[in-house]
């Protein structure tokens, strides 16, 4: 066939052309289309026409299993949403077992939360109302045996008390208002008592005084109550002006540095740290924690003082009484002119700085009752400070032999020695101690012995850290 006349030639042979055309048979295709543009079989489309439809079946089948309300899904199955809040079908469900109202079931003996919870409330509610009645019963028997009249709880916002009220006894229950109780005019009532404990306190509690009268003296009311468990009276006093005398019987709150109350005592450890800032310290655990504050003593014996260089008294002398009994270790004081000893103490820190007094132990051989004055002086030295400084002024206590042979003799304690030269902590103190000879009460003709004396000083410190 030629070229220019084949689509001719084929339409007379009854081929397909290219473009239009009409086939009046099957048309048998290799199999199913791989690319876009490719005739597609019978069964390629039967099938992609299949699979849609069953995904539109699933997915209202599963719609149906989340919202349907109206009746069972399929069988005896229901959706979600009808077993949460109800549906056809369903007796019960999410929402009755969560609110259903109290007292009604959900099923059988099964009811809601919220009946439960309502329940749980009211059991508590009433818990809470018999422990008020048992302590409003154990306040009103407390107040019978105390001699009081009608017991009353207060809680509304004003309360005005007449004398015929008198020996009643109140509580004081300030939950739900501010309470103000105004009391009746003293007048020539004198003696009126009434009672109040005060069970609340959320709001402010205050009573009134009548006109011109006087509360505790005061020309102002009564705030003063704000702790739970006070007990207060007030007592008609018919004075000029008329006054009422408050007084606090009891207090249960808690104690602070401005009001009375309960207070915990702490240890005898927790008061040695002395850390604690809540607690509060029995006279024992002081006692076992503190060394007191007060006059202290150091004993000073005759052995460990020297004669002063100048005008000294006799040197250390052993002084036996009797075989096997107490010897003394003494030094002896002349009757003829003034004699020294010098000793020296450097004071704890905790001593004050302060003025010191002094007792002498002395003895002699006389046998008569002459007396003796005995006289001490001091002056304080401090690091790098010349020792070479005079003593301060001297303080002369006086004594009386007491008409026997080697008695021992105890002066009175001495008025005030001031240390001279400015005591300060570290310092040394030197000490002279002398017999003063010019006293008019030193007129005893024999040596005056001296056994030792007492140094008595002041601390303001429980140690020396």
Sequence with gaps: MDDANAAAQLTTLGALPLAGGTMTGDLTLAGAPDSNLKAATKLYVDNVAGSATDAATSATLAGNYANKVDGAVTGSEYSAKAYAIGGTGVANNAKDYATKAEDSAVTGSDYSALHHAAKASASATAAASSATAASSSATTAQAAAQGWGAVTTITGATTNLETTDARDYYLLDASSNTITINLPAVGSSDGLLYGFQVSNVDNAISIVRDGSDRINGDAANYSGLTTVGQVIHFIADDASPDNWLATIISQTGDASATAKGI??????????????????????????????????????????????????????????????????????????ADEHAQFQISFPKSWNEGTVTFA?????????TDGVAWGLQGVAVSDNDTIDVAYGTGVVVTDDALGAAEDLMVTATSGAVTIAGSPAVGDICFFRIYRDVSDGNDDMAEDARLIGCKIFYTVDAKDDS
């Design 263 to 336: 207070v915990e005592l702490a240890t005898n450890a927790e008061t040695a740290t002395g850390s604690d800032t809540a607690r509060a310290v029995t006279p024992a655990a002081a006692a076992s924690a503190y060394v007191a504050q007060g006059t202290h003593t150091i004993w000073v014996p005759a052995a460990a003082m020297r004669p002063t260089s100048s005008n000294g008294c006799a040197a250390i002398t052993d002084v036996e009484t009797t075989a096997g009994r107490p010897d003394m270790q003494v030094l002896d004081f002349d009757p003829s």
């Design 360 to 368: 002498v132990y002395w003895t002699t051989t006389a046998t008569d």
